[in-house]
């Protein structure tokens, strides 16, 4: 659009910023009247002034110029290409009250409407990046609060902090389509780091976690429940971190920062007919190729060696060393202990105690020894005896400290909490997938900074739609 540099454009300009800010002067002069300071509530006078403020700048907004006296958004007799195909033509300029980070805010805008399919629109509310009645930066507001609490909760907390008033039923689509975006652009950006921004040793992490679903969810699959019904649906979670940072004791923890997550309901089998990947592999090449863990000089896999995890880690990156997350295996020998001596007695953590110190030396004998003794009478230790020994390779734990690798990080069970646990799988909540899948990808984009890269490309794709 052309600059207006005319003397008056720019005179009536000066003027309405000053008449703004007499304005608001005064306003605030009224509000905090006579009483002496002391005597305010401060806390009653703040939320008044920010209110006032803010309406007042949207009252300014409404009136400005550019905005709605603009009207290049439609010509009389114009046509527009509609989304069925057809030519749609302008009817008339329409005003609608959206809610925006200002508070209430009437746009005018031209509406077309399309013979052909008997539908309107107004072009201007897609180039503004407005959502039926939201402003884009109350969009924002709404994932940044569906992403991290209750929708109800959250719905409560944009009153409170924003001025608000969302229901949480709006909050919940709101911020489930946002999520929707949020996992399209998952899928179809994968920029990946350049090499020099790569730590020379990278980790990643594989684990699975069930949340809760509505029953219609789980028709026809087969679960934990004694009756064989399920009531969970499984969740998949790709971590990537770097750990060149040491501890007092020089061992190697996970550097701040560097840990991001990419995580659905995903299956992570690929059939023996079907030549492609799954579709959680395919979200693990493209986590993988976004941090560069495809290119760093050392790869090393953790996970809780459910088969699915090394299925995947032989696939796609068969030369990344395996190992068996120690966090992982030492809950797996309490869980055995106490199978073996009953949970209450003191002995189950006397046999954990001995057989962890034996873990730590790669002594995996003397544990798989241990567990033979026991299998007679132990469901759990004769289970335990095929899992030491197909993992015993995974579990070299002298030889992988030696070359100074994490192997006990926490930071796949943490993840598994922070990403999903925290926010979904809260009492009586019931998911649907699709829900459940846009809330996590909203929840993996902001824990792993990349919310405002998204928001960028959103704000672009906008424009040229
Ligand atoms: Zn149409």
Not at 261 to 290: K, P
Request: hydrophobic share 40%; aromatic share 6%.
């Amino acid at each position: 659009m052309r600059r207006r540099t005319v003397p008056a454009a720019r005179l009536r300009k000066t003027a309405l910023a000053e008449a703004l800010q007499v304005g608001l002067v005064e306003e605030i002069q009224n509000l905090l009247g006579v009483e002496a300071i002391e005597d305010l509530d401060f806390e009653a006078l703040e939320t008044a002034v920010r209110h006032r403020a803010l309406q007042i700048a949207a009252r300014a907004l409404e009136q400005q110029q550019r905005f709605n006296s603009d009207t290049s958004d439609a010509a009389s007799g114009a046509q527009r290409p509609c989304a069925c195909g057809q030519m749609a033509r302008y009817v008339d300029r329409r005003s609608k009250c959206f809610q925006t980070a200002l508070g209430d805010l009437t746009l005018e805008r031209a509406y077309y409407h399309c013979p052909a399919c008997q539908s309107g629109f107004c072009p201007r509310d897609r180039a503004l990046g407005l959502d039926g009645s939201l402003s884009p930066a109350v969009v924002r507001m709404i994932g940044a609060v569906g992403s991290t609490v209750s929708f109800e909760d959250g719905s409560g907390l944009l009153n409170e902090l924003a001025g608000l008033h969302i229901v949480s039923k709006q909050v919940e689509r709101t911020a489930e389509a946002l999520g929707a975006e949020v996992a399209e652009d998952e899928r179809s950006h994968v920029d990946p780091v350049p090499s020099s921004e790569i730590a020379p040793t990278l980790y990643l992490g594989l684990d699975g976690t069930g949340i809760p679903v509505r029953p219609k969810e789980l028709e026809g699959r087969r679960g934990k429940q004694e009756d064989g019904s399920a009531k969970t649906r499984e969740v998949k979670l790709c971590t990537i971190w770097s750990a060149e940072s040491r501890d007092e004791e020089g061992v190697p923890i996970r550097d701040k920062g560097s840990v991001t997550y990419s995580a659905a309901i995903e299956s992570a089998a690929a059939s023996d007919t079907d030549a492609q990947r799954s579709e959680f592999a395919e979200r693990v090449l493209r986590e993988a190729t976004r941090r560069g863990f495809d290119r760093a000089a050392r790869r090393a896999i953790l996970g809780d060696c459910a088969p699915w995890i090394w299925n995947i880690a032989a696939e796609l990156f068969p030369s990344a060393t395996q190992i068996a997350d120690r966090y992982h295996v030492k809950e797996r020998l309490c869980m055995i202990a106490k199978a073996i001596h009953g949970p209450a007695d003191p002995q189950a953590k006397q046999w954990a105690k001995l057989h962890h110190d034996q873990l730590d030396a790669g002594d995996i004998d003397s544990i798989i020894q241990a567990l033979t003794e026991h299998s007679q009478n132990c469901e759990e230790a004769r289970k335990g005896i095929g899992f030491f020994q197909t993992n015993r390779q995974r579990m070299r734990y002298p030889e992988f400290h030696a070359q100074g690798l994490c192997t006990s990080t926490g930071v796949v069970e943490a993840g598994c909490k922070v990403a999903i646990g925290e926010r979904l799988k809260q009492s009586g909540m019931h998911w649907t997938v699709r829900g459940a899948d846009a809330i996590i990808a909203l929840r993996c984009a902001r824990l792993s900074g990349r919310f405002e890269d998204f928001w960028e490309r959103r704000s672009v794709r906008r424009k040229v739609a």
